[in-house]
């Protein structure tokens, strides 16, 4: 678990200081040959808030192998 106070943006954190330390510390991370056999197969998976709410941001780790966790708030318009 890694836990941060976000002052200059969660996904720039997310980017330069969070995955790379994870993709670095996680052990037991699918070897290359194991994520090309499967590719619903993912090294690890983060959870943030809906501030790193980011469909491109998703697209960046998922070409890493990394799976997002979070949630959109949705509004919904009243009659």
């Known amino acids: 678990m890694v836990s941060k106070a976000v002052n200059p943006g969660l996904l720039s954190v997310m980017r330069e200081q969070i995955i790379p330390r994870l993709l670095r510390d ?10 090309k056999a499967n ?3 993912y090294r690890f998976g983060v959870v943030f808030d809906r501030e790193g709410y980011s469909p ?7 070409e890493k192998r990394i799976a ?3 949630y ?3 509004t919904i318009q009243r009659k």
């Open 26 to 35: 996680i052990p037991k991370q699918p070897t290359g040959e194991e994520l």
């Open 68 to 70: 997002c966790y979070t």
């Open 56 to 62: 491109e941001f998703f697209k960046e780790m998922w």
């Open 39 to 41: 590719r619903h197969l």
């Open 72 to 74: 959109k708030m949705v």
